[in-house]
Structures are given as C-alpha cells and as structure tokens.
C-alpha cells in the first residue's frame, strides 16, 4: 500500500470549559502528523444533537486520506454510529485510525478489529429487539390494568429503538417521531430498554 495522501483529524469537546481534553487531542493528533490545517473541531451542547465539524471533515477527506481520532468515542455516539461512519468512510476509500486504542483500518489486525465491532453491534441490536417483545409480551399477560394504553406501541416502538440503537439521540427521536419526551422515557422504561448503558446523555 502507498502512503497515504493526507492525515485529517477530528476532535470534539463536551463543552467550552473542556480545555484540558481538547489541548490532549491537538497534541496527539499533531504529533501523529496531522497538519493543523486539516484540524475538524465540534463543541457539542447539551441541547444540540448536530455535528457541524464532523460534516465538515467527512466533506473534506477523500480517497486515500487518514481520518485520524485521538480516541473511539470522539468519532461516534454509540457503537452503531460510530460502525455507520467508518463504513462510509471505507465505501469513499477513506482509512481510519484511532491514536488511544491503536486502531487503523490500513493494516489488517484493524481491519479485522472493525469486522468483530460489527458482529458485536449485531448482536447487540439482536438482543435489544428480543427484551423489547419480550417487555411487550409481559405487558400484554398482565393486561395494562389500570392506567392510560401506550402511546408507542408496534412497529413504531420498533423503528424508534432501532433509531435510538443506531446513536439517535432522545431528543431527535421526539422531534422525528411527534412523541412527548415523559412519553417516551416511560415506554422504554416499561419494555425493559437499557437507557443508561446505550444512551448518551444529551
């Protein structure tokens, strides 16, 4: 393989008081070789769920180009996001590496680190799916005596756990999916939907 045409790097920060890991991800990603030109940066806000800097960054590179992170969880909200990203980024013939974790998708122990994150992610959604029927049909054996009927119920509940597995944040799923927030808190809460392992907090 040749060398690759050009390095770009990709930080985000939580917040503006975030200084110390945002001066991390510079040095590292300057020391691996990334010119400070080809620097993507996002401050994410609590309230907001949009990346401008990534969109800019996936806009920018292109084949043979090295996407370069200092860390996973700065690329992507969840395993599937972060899957989604790096599959796109293969699809443009553009690598990725992770400087924290040693990950590089141009040599082949990388590569192979990505299949089995993708095995994993399918399993994860498998096993997301079986709890929600499962919560589902608990729910129906017990009869909802009492208290107001679902108001996300089928294949609706469905597509909003597939969003929210695939790193959608609460916040869009509302706004996506016309539901109330206390609404949608309290039907995953009621199916048995691991909230606080899958979901970032936004």
């Not at 510079?26 to 620097?39: E, I």
């Not at 960054?57 to 996973?72: E, G, H, I, N, T």
């Not at 916040?171 to 539901?179: D, E, L, S």
């Amino acid at each position: 393989m040749g060398f690759p045409h050009m390095l770009v790097g990709y930080m985000r920060v939580s917040s503006d008081s975030d200084r110390q890991t945002t001066d991390l991800q510079r040095d590292a990603l300057l020391a691996a070789g990334v010119d400070a030109r080809h620097l993507f940066e996002d401050r994410a806000s609590g309230a907001k769920d949009d990346r401008p800097g990534l969109a800019k960054a996936l806009a920018f590179v292109q084949p043979d180009d090295v996407l370069v992170v200092w860390k996973l969880d700065r690329l992507g909200r969840s395993l599937s996001h972060l899957l989604t990203i790096v599959d796109t980024l293969r699809e443009r013939q553009v690598a990725f590496r992770s400087l924290t974790e040693g990950m590089d998708t141009t040599t082949p122990s990388g590569e192979l680190l990505f299949q089995v994150f993708g095995a994993l992610a399918q399993y994860e959604r498998a096993l997301t799916r079986e709890r929600v029927i499962a919560g589902l049909a608990a729910a129906k054996r017990r009869g909802r005596l009492g208290g107001r009927p679902p108001a996300i119920i089928g294949e609706k509940l469905d597509t909003i756990v597939a969003a929210l597995n695939g790193g959608m944040s609460k916040a869009a799923v509302c706004r996506n999916f016309g539901v109330k927030r206390t609404t949608l808190i309290e039907t995953l809460a009621r199916v048995g939907w691991p909230s606080a392992e899958k979901m970032p907090q936004r």
